[in-house]
């Protein structure tokens, strides 16, 4: 049984834009809450969920 799960990253929001590296639409917020207000509302325009790094940076991934 093969199971294809296709996932895509489709934007990084961050507060720490020297640790993004790559070809992805790079969003940057001035602090916190406005990374989290940013992720939050292309996740729901992209349709994409979002995950904590933990390093200052959201990535938006399409599953």
Known sequence: ???????EIVAVVTVAPD???GAVP???A???A???RIASSL???LR???HDLGNG???LVKH
């Open 26 to 28: 790079t969003f940057l």
């Open 1 to 7: 049984m093969e199971v294809d799960i296709k996932r």
């Open 19 to 21: 640790r993004v590296v």
């Open 30 to 32: 001035a602090d916190d």
């Open 57 to 59: 940076a959201y990535v």
């Open 34 to 36: 406005e990374r989290e």
């Open 43 to 45: 996740a729901v325009i």
């Open 48 to 50: 994409a969920a979002v």
